[in-house]
């Protein structure tokens, strides 16, 4: 099993940045992709952007060329945030998916507890 971690999380204004960083803790040597979603008020969870283990990566297209992930192999995820927006508004989770722990691969994934970014004026 796995535990994440996030922070960086806060307000910010239109057009400002924000970083957060997610840190696994665990037994997993090796985690098939790292990434985030979100969740707005009234809203579903949607995804956000993905890393895989061999470093292509996934956005969605409200935050691409804004948004940026990377990973530091299975100890930890980021997510640079840049000209944000008020949609941008929400809570963001950390997960992980596709766990390899000693020789044992399991399909699962895992949660942050998520953090709040809130893009205000």
């Known amino acids: 099993q796995v535990r994440l971690v996030e922070s960086g999380g806060g307000s910010v204004q239109p057009g400002g940045s924000l970083r957060l960083s997610c840190v696994v803790s665990?037994?997993?040597?090796?985690?098939?992709?790292l990434g985030w979603y979100r969740q707005a008020p009234g809203e579903q969870r949607e995804l956000v952007a993905y890393?895989?283990?061999?470093?292509?990566t996934n956005y969605a297209d409200s935050v691409k060329g804004r948004f940026i992930v990377a990973r530091d192999n299975a100890k930890a995820v980021f997510l640079e945030m840049n000209s944000l927006k008020f949609e941008d508004t929400a809570v963001y989770y950390c997960y992980a998916n596709g766990l390899t722990i000693g020789d044992t691969f399991y399909p699962m994934t895992s949660w942050g507890q998520g953090t709040q970014v809130t893009v205000s004026s």
């Open positions: 665990g037994s997993a040597s090796e985690i098939n992709n």
């Open positions: 890393i895989s283990r061999g470093g292509g």
